[in-house]
């Protein structure tokens, strides 16, 4: 081993006159050279050096957007960073997890920082995930060879949704015990399988701790598992694809960045600066705690999911009971779930984008959408509800 | 440490490793025209350097701070009331009890004393129990062998198990810290 890495002594090392040595022109490996050279050997990791100079960014006015599938990828590994943290003082069960939390957040050194970057992380990654999905829409960057990227982009929006979804009831606490219940309450409304998926995801007919320890192994294994996978394959596509140019953009003489170093280098800027925003997020607005979740006290006024589910929340409070005979709830379900499967299967549907054209109808349609999203979200914040007459 | 040349600019041995060109040090001449370009290219590893190291003393303190538990105040516990009575003490018995937040073991020998010691095995902390059939305390573990004065008798304790202080007050087993 040490022969290995010790250096030989220098050529002329004549102690009195070192200043007098002559540079020589080739320089003997350094430690550090050596030890890379040591580790190639039986790691072999300079046969990613290849594909590292293959990658190319191709830099044109669109090329912003690019930076965005980066920085999912660099929240996601911070949530599950500082997720492992919580887990060393986080207790999965409804006599404990409250008081664990609250523990963390006034006893633990630093507890407030670790939780607060988790919660503000998770909203974080969940709004950069649904600005990399809307920009990679309207860029049509999901067409051929592209689809499958796309899929897999879909499927992990529905499973960092449902990271949101699972972790925001572990605290354990009021807001997150109503918010699960009417969750889990909606897919009840489906005919035929509709109460059997209720069942199964609150481990019986109401949320209690069984939901908590559910959620708990669905929020730590099931989903993050799940996320590494799609991520990789994801990651992989592109990397096998390239990053896709936006139709009508000249192909020709389209200059590029060299992926390694120049461009990652980019991205690291980008994640520092995610990361200063998180940290301040989090020392100037710490996440809340609230109260301790009690199944009989009477839901408190202005109870709403995570930001992001406001808009189907808020669609449900304005569907009637009715619509054409069929219950109002179940038209918004179908609803959302149809919108959900357009989406994943965009790719097929945008013919003319397959084609290499412009498909300004998906365009308008995905602007449609986001309106949608926007003015129900907005709708679910500032109406308050009115008294009955 | 390193030869300072004529206008203080000069580099430490060593560090002429990646400059291409020819160094000045080497006919004793400063090389004027090499040196700035070569000492913005150390400030800017320096700088980098130092800030990368900063990030991760930033990164790392806290997650650290995170890590190492709170001390949570124990109540110190020097005396308590055992919950059977003495009735439920056989001769040639023993049962556990609390003792604060650890466990104590009371053991009523054949000729009807009653004994109290520190139920915890001086050899790896596991829980000792009172054999009947051998008349003595034994801990399972690693087959650690004590007397009824809780002196290690045989098998791998190191030390006699604690002994506490035993009072019958009625009906009552109080069990103290010798003081």
Redesign the interface.
């Known amino acids: 081993m040490s022969s290995h890495l010790t250096s030989p002594p220098p050529p002329v090392a004549a102690p009195g006159a070192p200043e007098r040595t002559p540079p020589p022109t080739a320089q003997p490996p350094g430690r550090l050279d050596r030890l890379a050279a040591w580790l190639d050997d039986r790691l072999g990791f300079s046969a990613l050096a290849p594909l590292a100079r293959k990658k190319k960014v191709p830099i044109h006015r669109h090329s912003v957007w690019y930076y965005l599938g980066g920085m999912v990828a660099f929240l996601f590994l911070l949530q599950v960073a500082t997720g492992i943290l919580l887990l060393f003082y986080y207790r999965p069960s409804a006599e404990e997890a409250y008081q664990s939390v609250q523990f963390l957040m006034s006893e633990v050194k630093f507890g407030w920082l670790i939780r607060s970057i988790h919660a503000w992380g998770a909203n974080l990654m969940v709004f950069t995930l649904l600005v990399h999905l809307f920009s990679t829409l309207v860029l049509k960057a999901y067409r051929r060879p592209r689809e499958l990227t796309w899929m897999t982009g879909v499927a992990l929006m529905v499973v960092v949704l449902g990271l949101g979804f699972t972790g925001y009831l572990l605290p354990w606490n009021e807001v997150a015990l109503f918010a699960t219940r009417v969750g889990t309450e909606v897919p009840t409304v489906l005919p035929v399988i509709g109460p059997f998926i209720g069942r199964v995801l609150r481990g019986g007919v109401d949320v209690t701790g069984a939901t908590l320890t559910r959620f708990y192994a669905l929020h730590i294994s099931v989903l993050p598992a799940a996320a590494a996978l799609l991520i990789g394959v994801h990651v992989l596509l592109v990397q096998r694809h390239g990053m896709s140019v936006p139709i009508g953009i000249p192909q020709a003489n389209l200059r590029e960045l060299p992926f390694f170093p120049n461009f990652l280098l980019r991205d690291l800027i980008g994640w520092l600066v995610a990361l200063a925003i998180l940290a301040s997020m989090a020392a100037f607005f710490p996440a809340h705690l609230g109260v301790k979740a009690d199944a009989f006290a009477p839901a408190p006024a202005g109870i709403r999911p995570e930001w992001y589910f406001v808009f189907m929340f808020q669609t449900l409070k304005y569907l009637p009971a009715h619509i054409l005979g069929i219950e109002g709830e179940l038209v918004g379900v179908l609803g959302f779930g149809l919108a959900a499967v357009v989406l994943l299967f965009l790719p097929f549907l945008d013919r003319r984008a397959a084609r290499e054209e412009r498909s300004p109808g998906w365009t308008a349609a995905a602007l449609l959408a986001l309106v949608y999203v926007v003015v129900f979200t907005v709708l679910g914040y500032v109406v308050v509800d009115a008294p009955i007459q | 440490m390193s ?1 300072p040349g004529k206008d203080g600019n000069h580099r430490a ?2 560090e ?2 990646d ?1 291409p060109k ?2 000045g ?2 006919d ?1 001449q400063p090389a004027l025209a090499v040196t700035p370009a070569v000492s913005r290219r150390r400030f800017v590893d320096w700088i980098l350097g130092v800030s990368g190291a900063g990030f991760m003393a930033a990164v790392l303190y ?2 650290v ?6 001390t ?1 105040a124990e109540a110190a516990v020097n005396s308590v009331v055992v919950p059977f009575r003495p009735a439920d003490m056989p001769p040639n018995s023993g049962r556990t009890f609390k003792f604060g937040s650890q466990p104590g073991l009371l053991v009523r020998t054949r000729s009807g004393e009653l004994r109290a010691f520190s139920g915890r095995c001086t050899h790896l902390d596991c829980t000792v129990q009172y054999r009947d059939d051998l008349e003595h305390i034994w801990c399972a573990c690693h087959n650690g062998h004590y007397d009824l004065n809780g002196m290690n008798i045989s098998g791998p304790p190191p030390t006699p198990l604690p002994i506490y202080t035993v009072n019958e007050r009625g009906d009552q087993i109080v069990v103290s810290r010798n003081a």
């Not at chain 2, 701070?65 to 709170?70: G, K, S, T």
């Open positions: 030869a041995l060593g002429c490793r400059c020819p160094c040090e080497a004793g806290p997650v701070r995170f890590l190492v538990p709170p949570i």
